[in-house]
Each structure stands twice: as C-alpha cells, then as structure tokens.
C-alpha cells in the first residue's frame, strides 16, 4: 500500500516536471513570438524613412544642380538633344571675332536649321526626312507664314509634335520695314518679334515661349552696316533672355544661282570643313525642295562624322 502511495507520488512530481516544462517552453515561444511581432511592426516605417531620404538627397541634389547653374554663365547643357541658346550665341560670336570659342571640347555637335517656313510644299518633305532619320531640327518660323492658312498652322504644331525647337524668324522678313534706311531700330524690330510670339501663343497654347531669335539677314550683318544700333537691340535682346542665332555652315540654298540637291550638297560639304560646332542654314520656304532632296544625303555624312544633334532652345 505504502509502496503505491510512493509510485503515485512520483508520478504525480514528474507530471508536474513535464507541465512546467511544457509551461516555460509556451512561455518561451509567446516571448519569442511577441518579440517577432514587435520587430515586424518596429520595421514597417523603415521603407518610408528610406523614400524619405532618398527624396531628401534628390531633393538636395537637384537643388544644388540649379544653384550651380545659377551660378554659371550657362544652364547645364547636353540635355536630351537639346542645347542651350546662350551656348550657341556666345560660341558664334566668339567664332566670328577670330577668338576660339570657350564650348570647345572635342565633340562634335551639329544644330540644323530651316528658315522662313513653314510651306505646305517644303516643310511636310523636310519634316517627312527627319522623322525617317531620327534627327531633331529648329525652325525659325516668319509669323506671317505661321498664320498663312490652316495647313501652315497644322505644320507649325506638327514641328513640336515631333520634337523639335522653334525660332522668331520676325513676322514681316521684310528688311525695309525691319531696318529703315539701313539701320537697326530695335523698336520697329521688337514688336516684329512680339508679333509672331503672339501667333505662335494663339497656335500653340499660352504657354509657348522661344528664347530664340535669327535676324533676317544674319546678325553680324547688320551689326556691320550699324553697330551702334544692334548694340543697343542686343542689351534689349539679353535684357528679355532672347538670344540671336547666326550660322556658320551654308550650303547655299538661298544664295546666287538655283542650284540642284547634288550642287547643295557639295556647297554643304565644303562649308561644313572640319567644324567642331556647326549650325547649318537651310530654308523650307516655297521653291526651296532641293533643299528636301538634298537633306538625307547631308544627315547620313554628319551621321557617319560623329556628329550629335542638337536643337536650340
């Protein structure tokens, strides 16, 4: 009897033994679990902390990028096929006063450009090849040919449709009302300029603006023939942050005799030279289609030169 008292007992400890064990290891797990939860819980706003910082460090970066550029003489360039009008000014300028220009870097760059257009018979051709081509131009664009007819001003929205740049080529292109007797009258000019701007705002939304201009007849031209009036329209120009676009590679489409597209190619070939940075002048006004005839030949040599294109903006 005493000897089943004793078993008993002991059963009874061990059970006890194996509940306590039992016990402490639940407790174990619900720690362990609890703990889990809390680091699961304590990490979910990590991610966000992350996105934060890195918009923080972007944020920083872009502003310091835009500081740097302030500080600059120039907004920073090579962006998306596009180059910064007062780069291309000042490159021109410099060029055309025997200095060596300052963007000089070994990379060729070539900016195409068409002027006096749009044409319902020129510019959809000259459009047509650059599409073909992947290439980006800028038009200088007279505001009365803009305003022209409802296919003009289709054509006006279709060049920014596809990508590329816009210059005020003047509204009139007529040289006795732009320069009387001669001379730059930077009032009778501006409201010219003023006048295609708001043309081109009617067309293409208010919120279309140029920076970029081209003088009928070339800038150093008229600067030549009056230097104390282009003086005086050029601080009205830098004032408004326009910037006047000049060219240095002429193939001849609007100079002396007709020529055909092998003739302007060859005008092209020998104009262009070894030119680091070249901005070339072709027209897309009406009669000029051996200029469209003539451009795929031009853009396949600049392509297997090296050459990047660029708009001017």
Not at 285 to 301: D, N, S, V, W
Request: proline share 4%.
């Amino acid at each position: 009897m005493e000897k089943s008292y004793v078993q008993n007992r002991t059963r009874a400890h061990r059970m006890k033994r194996k509940r306590r064990r039992l016990l402490f290891i639940i407790i174990i797990c619900i720690v362990l679990i609890i703990l889990k939860l809390f680091d699961i819980f304590s990490s979910k706003p990590q991610p966000v902390k992350t996105i934060e910082f890195a918009e923080k460090i972007e944020s920083v970066s872009t502003d310091k990028l835009n500081n740097e550029s302030k500080g600059s003489e120039f907004p920073e360039k090579n962006v998306s096929g596009v180059e910064d009008a007062a780069f291309v000014e000042k490159y021109l300028n410099q060029q055309i006063q025997g200095q060596k220009p300052d963007g000089i870097d070994g990379k060729k760059v070539v900016y195409l450009s068409f002027d006096d257009g749009p044409s319902v018979t020129v510019t959809p051709k000259i459009l047509d090849v650059l599409k073909e081509q992947n290439v980006k131009a800028t038009f200088f664009v007279v505001g009365k040919a803009v305003e022209e007819n409802e296919g003009t001003k289709h054509l006006t929205k279709r060049i920014v449709k596809e990508g590329h740049a816009i210059g005020n080529h003047t509204y009139s292109h007529d040289y006795g009302y732009l320069y009387p007797n001669q001379t730059v009258n930077s009032s009778i000019f501006m409201s010219d300029i003023e006048k295609t701007n708001q043309i081109l705002n009617q067309i293409l939304g208010q919120d279309f603006s140029t920076r970029v201009i081209r003088f009928p007849g070339g800038h150093v031209t008229w600067q030549r023939k009056d230097p104390k009036g282009m003086e005086a329209l050029d601080k009205f120009l830098h004032d408004k942050d326009y910037h006047q676009i000049d060219w240095n590679v002429l193939p001849k489409d609007a100079e002396g005799t007709s020529k055909n597209a092998e003739e302007l190619i060859h005008e092209f070939m020998k104009s262009i030279g070894t030119r680091e940075k070249a901005v070339v002048l072709m027209h897309d006004t009406y009669g000029k289609e051996e200029t469209a005839k003539a451009l795929p030949e031009i853009i396949t040599y600049l392509k297997k030169q090296g050459y990047e294109f660029k708009t001017i903006k």
